[in-house]
C-alpha cells in the first residue's frame, strides 16, 4: 500500500515539477519583455538579479522530484514501511526545504 501511494505521490511531483519549470522559465522570459521591448529599453538592475535567480530554478526543483522517485524506490515489499523505516523521506524533505528557500529569495522581486 505504502508503494501505491507513494507511487501516485511521484506521478503528481512530475506533473507539479513540470508546471513548476514552466511557471519560472515564463517568469524568467518576461522579465526580459515586460514592460516594453527590451531590445528598446534596458532591463533594469532589479530585474536582471530576478532573472538570475529564476534561471536557477531547475537547480531546486528538479532535485524534488528525483528525492521522490528515490523514496518511491526505497518502499519495498519486503520491509514494514514506517517513517522511522523510509530513509529517503529525509532526503526529499531536504530538497523541499531547499526549494522553499528558492522561493524565500525570489519573493521580494517583482516586474518593476
Not at 532591463?43 to 532535485?63: C, G, T
Amino acid at each position: 500500500k505504502a508503494r501505491d501511494v507513494a507511487s501516485q505521490a511521484l506521478g503528481f511531483a512530475q506533473d507539479l515539477v513540470a508546471a513548476l519549470l514552466n511557471f519560472h522559465s515564463y517568469t524568467e522570459q518576461r522579465v526580459h519583455i515586460y514592460p516594453r521591448d527590451s531590445s528598446i529599453e534596458p532591463i533594469s538592475p532589479l530585474n536582471q538579479k530576478f532573472s538570475h535567480y529564476l534561471h536557477e530554478n531547475a537547480a531546486y526543483v528538479r532535485p524534488l522530484e528525483e528525492g521522490l522517485l528515490q523514496l518511491q524506490q526505497s518502499i519495498t515489499e519486503d520491509t514494514v514501511t514506517v517513517l522511522e523505516t523510509v530513509g529517503k523521506l529525509k532526503v526529499f524533505a531536504d530538497h523541499f526545504s531547499a526549494y522553499s528557500q528558492f522561493l524565500q529569495k525570489i519573493l521580494p522581486y517583482q516586474l518593476k
